[in-house]
């Protein structure tokens, strides 16, 4: 007699064990598809680990196995670590893991037409073409990278390039190592938007055998890709964040591009940090990992500093390309007018048309006007799930939500007093777009935001249009904020530098400056010098003055020991570590008495053990989709032991429990809002 533990993808943090019948003995192995019973009911889940003995007395049968092992040894590790460090329950990591959840997978159509006999030979070993000399820099970067693949072992590089640096040529070139090292490369990058040029260029180099792995791709489509990477038949995977599970068989190399990137951290459910789970990864496989960025976060230069990652550095654009200069225009002296554009960046616009060169946007709002209100009695309408203003958007013309997508139409006149006295304030990009369509009639303007992606099933139709010179001028959100290489854009605009920077977040102003870095490294890349206007109404914000420094190096350094300053003053990371419980119900009152309840235990817990508890506190979002919210914050300089506080109040015996409360730990939060 044996037994199972079986992983099913259900808000649990356990594993279940069942009895193992003879007759399934050769195909219950460990990562193979098998159905339970389970709740009343047959469900599906992944084999994890066999058992000769249970100290449990009722133990019912595994019912089916479903086919052969669709995830390595390696693999169910992985989940297995990613469960434990993120305090998360083992069968969201593993459904986490396979394309589109487990549910259905096994009979993927898809999947048994890449598993056929054959299928990887129409994909053909291509040569590797190379045409391109390398900076000094590069070289350097190359030739510590590349010697780590061929020997093997596992080593984190933070290759440290200014933008336009050439560092998509490093990864390139390391890929390449891989190959030749009999090996594959999988890229990880942090938007989809930039995974849609990413791809393109490796598999200029590499031919049919690159495959990609994100959302926005077709269920099908990511099932197939999945099978033929896990079959070997595919040397390099580019992919976001969930591409981090890609069942790669002889992967020697992983890349986190853009390692800076909150987009690498999963929001809701399972928060599980991609980047961290990729240097995890290289370390359990024993192969190097590279992270690169152009604004590397303050936590991946503290590990350089301290020896665990090896810092190599760009410093220079490649082909001697200047750095475009950045211009503060100040709002409030300039103003902007009736419109969103000042007579700068008019100017500049109407400079780069006239040359026939292109220009991109950038407005970290999507929609018309983010706030609503009515002159006469002030009234603003809100969406009636969450605490947050409704969105005017005119294409339709609707008020949305943009956190439960609740709609409803737009009113002539105020709903509350019937006055005819509304008033839009607060621009979103489609707001920009209309005022560019009125200010340059003949222009090309092409919008890309949320909004339009899911329209056209992704950003990649608008961004190969701009590409090929089908556009004039590129308005986004940050989908176009990083990575993207436009030889033909001499002008980036940022319309609002302020957007985020007032949130109150430690991290607020450290991802103004990575992003206004960013969006202004994407002008210039050509021959000819590029130019960056940065509209702000805080010229003399750190953040913002150091993007403007005439010494970008000097003033980025400068940025960086003020914020680690204030941070070791706070016992904020990178000096400390973090966990925050988050609390939220339908039922205000329960909730609040949750969250308090939840404190003292998390106090009680911490004792004498150096560990701070904040909270408990209403979240800055403080109802969501219906459901209200609070979080308490852990601080302390152990990682384990914040751990160790939250797994035990999740689980002890006084964890507050009303029926419809949930609470979930986020381990490493990216922002504590």
Same mark, same amino acid.
């Given at each position: ?80 670590? =990613?469960? !434990?460090?993120? +305090? /998360? ?6 459904? $986490?893991?396979?394309? %589109? *959840?487990?549910? @259905? ?83 990880? =990058?942090? !938007?989809?938007? +930039? /995974? ?6 490796? $598999?200029?180099?590499? %031919? *049919?055998?690159? @495959? ?88 991946? +230069? /503290? ?371």
């Amino acid at each position: 007699m044996s037994f199972a533990l079986i992983a099913l993808p259900v808000p649990v943090r356990q594993l279940f064990t069942y009895r193992v019948p003879e007759p399934l003995d050769e195909g219950a192995r460990p990562g193979a598809p098998v159905e339970v019973p389970f709740r009343g009911r047959i469900s599906r889940g992944v084999l994890v680990e066999r058992l000769a003995s249970t100290p449990l007395d009722r133990v019912r049968d595994l019912t089916r196995v479903l086919g052969t092992p669709l995830l390595s040894p390696h693999l169910l590790s992985l989940a297995r670590w =990613v469960a !434990e460090y993120y +305090l /998360a329950p083992p069968g969201e990591v593993i459904a $986490a893991a396979l394309p %589109g *959840g487990q549910e @259905g997978f096994s009979g993927s159509r898809a999947r048994r037409q890449a598993a056929a006999p054959g299928s990887e030979d129409t994909v053909l070993r291509m040569p590797f073409p190379e045409r391109i000399t390398l900076t000094p820099a590069q070289r350097d970067a190359a030739a510590a990278i590349e010697p780590a693949i061929a020997s093997g072992g596992f080593q984190p590089f933070l290759l440290h390039g200014v933008t336009a640096s050439g560092k998509t040529e490093v990864y390139l070139r390391a890929a390449r190592a891989a190959r030749e090292a009999g090996g594959q490369a999988l890229i990880l =990058v942090p !938007e989809v938007a +930039l /995974a849609t040029q990413v791809l393109a260029v490796f $598999a200029k180099r590499f %031919g *049919g055998r690159v @495959g990609a792995l994100h959302s926005y791709l077709p269920l099908g489509t990511r099932r197939k890709t999945w099978e033929l990477a896990r079959r070997g038949a595919l040397d390099v995977i580019v992919g976001a964040r969930s591409a981090v599970f890609a069942p790669l068989p002889a992967l020697k190399l992983i890349v986190v591009d853009e390692e800076h990137e909150p987009a690498y951290k999963q929001s809701e459910q399972l928060r599980y940090h991609g980047r961290d789970v990729a240097v995890r990864r290289a370390q359990m496989l024993g192969v190097p990992v590279v992270l690169g960025s152009a604004t590397p976060s303050l936590e991946s +230069l /503290a590990n350089a500093a301290r020896g665990k990652y090896r810092r190599l550095v760009l410093p220079e654009r490649v082909d001697h390309r200047p750095v475009p200069g950045v211009v503060l225009v100040d709002l409030r002296r300039e103003g902007s007018g009736p419109g969103i554009l000042s007579a700068p960046l008019r100017a500049a616009l109407a400079e780069r048309l006239a040359r026939k060169e292109q220009a991109l946007l950038w407005l970290n709002r999507r929609g018309h006007s983010h706030h609503i209100q009515c002159r006469g009695c002030g009234h603003a309408p809100e969406c009636p799930r969450c605490d947050i203003s409704l969105t005017l958007h005119v294409e339709p013309r609707i008020m949305r939500c943009h956190y439960c997508d609740h709609h409803e139409p737009v009113p002539e006149v105020c709903p509350k007093c019937a006055a005819a006295l509304l008033r839009y304030a607060g621009a979103g990009t489609q707001r920009a777009e209309r005022e560019l369509r009125a200010a340059f009639p003949d222009a090309r303007v092409l919008r890309l935001d949320l909004d339009v992606a899911r329209a056209k099933a992704g950003p990649g139709a608008v961004l190969s249009q701009f590409g090929r010179g089908e556009g004039d001028i590129l308005l986004g959100t940050q989908m176009i904020a990083k990575g993207l290489d436009f030889p033909r854009v001499t002008l980036v605009g940022v319309l609002d530098a302020d957007v985020a920077l007032h949130l109150p977040d430690f991290r607020a102003a450290e991802r103004t400056f990575q992003l206004l870095t960013q969006v202004a490294g994407r002008s210039g890349r050509g021959t000819t010098k590029g130019e960056v206007l940065v509209q702000t109404c805080t010229p003399e914000h750190p953040a913002i003055a150091a993007v403007a420094a005439a010494d970008a190096a000097h003033g980025e350094r400068a940025f960086r020991e003020r914020e680690l300053a204030e941070r070791r003053e706070a016992g904020y990371p990178p000096f400390a570590r973090l966990v925050t419980l988050l609390i939220d119900g339908p039922d205000a009152v329960q909730v609040e008495a949750a969250a308090t309840q939840l404190a003292e235990h998390a106090r009680e817990l911490a004792g004498e053990r150096d560990v701070t508890v904040l909270g408990p506190a209403p979240q800055a979002l403080a109802r969501l989709r219906g459901r209200h919210r609070w979080h308490v914050l852990l601080k302390g300089a152990s990682g384990g032991t914040l751990r160790e506080i939250a797994a035990s109040v999740l689980a002890g015996p006084d964890r507050p429990g009303p029926r419809g409360v949930r609470v979930i730990a986020d381990v490493d939060p990216i922002e504590v809002l």
